[in-house]
């Protein structure tokens, strides 16, 4: 059964980057699209974009010029950087496992808040 | 980008009751060659990620039960409830995925009246 656990720093500065991981543990990585999602406090979703495991990426446009998601197959880990943060990407920061791009799994989310 | 718009915002439903949620894709998500519509249903828990429950507007992933039923085609979607139970207190997003970016609606939270 596959697990992902995600990690990376939940208090950053205005125009810091914001750097995520998230580890899949148990099953095949190179099957999926690996896939990462955002929600605002008490908001809905938005799709940040996603990789696989060749390096294709996929990103959303409206974030397209801050986001570089990047993947590691010998840990079986992708990450997320977001540069040039505001308060406005204060979000719960979901990865998920993308199966013919439906949201299967998903890794228990990091609350990231900026703040100065 | 294909914007998805969710009604009610919020809804509160007696249990053993129907609870009934729309959404409306801003052009149609029906992919002609295959006759399918890319549309999916998730369920988020407080305090907890969303979880698949319905692809293809109708399709049940394994595991949810069958008091979950999702319709429609084009434009238009509808997940139903059939009875409410309390474990199903939650909040319900559609989502489209038939072209990039993926979108989601404003989210429908379901309430025991």
């Known amino acids: 059964q596959v697990q992902l656990q995600q990690w990376g720093a939940g208090l950053l500065k205005p125009s810091e980057t914001l750097s995520l991981t998230c580890g899949v543990y148990?099953?095949?990585?190179?099957?999926?699209?690996w896939t990462w999602i955002r929600q605002p406090p008490g908001k809905g979703l938005e799709w940040i974009g996603e990789i696989n495991h060749s390096g294709r990426v996929n990103y959303n446009p409206s974030l397209e010029s801050r986001v570089t998601i990047s993947v590691d197959t010998s840990k079986n880990q992708f990450s997320l950087n977001l540069t040039s943060v505001t308060a406005a990407d204060t979000a719960v920061y979901y990865c998920?496992?993308?199966?013919?791009?439906?949201?299967?799994?998903w890794g228990q989310g990091t609350l990231v808040t900026v703040s100065s | 980008d294909i914007v998805m718009t969710q009604s009610p915002d919020s809804l509160a439903v007696s249990l053993g009751e129907r609870a009934t949620i729309n959404c409306k894709s801003s052009?149609?998500?029906?992919?002609?060659?295959?006759?399918?519509?890319?549309l999916s249903w998730y369920q988020q828990k407080p305090g907890q990620p969303p979880k698949l429950l319905i692809y293809w507007a109708s399709t049940r992933e394994s595991g949810v039960p069958d008091r979950f039923s999702g319709s429609g085609s084009g434009t238009d979607f509808t997940l139903t409830i059939s009875s409410l139970q309390a474990e199903d207190v939650a909040v319900y997003y559609c989502q489209q995925y038939y072209i990039s970016p993926l979108t989601f609606g404003g989210g429908t939270k379901i309430e025991i009246k």
């Open positions: 052009q149609s998500v029906l992919y002609s060659s295959n006759n399918k519509n890319f």
């Open positions: 148990g099953g095949s990585f190179n099957d999926y699209y």
């Open positions: 998920a496992r993308s199966t013919a791009v439906l949201l299967q799994k």
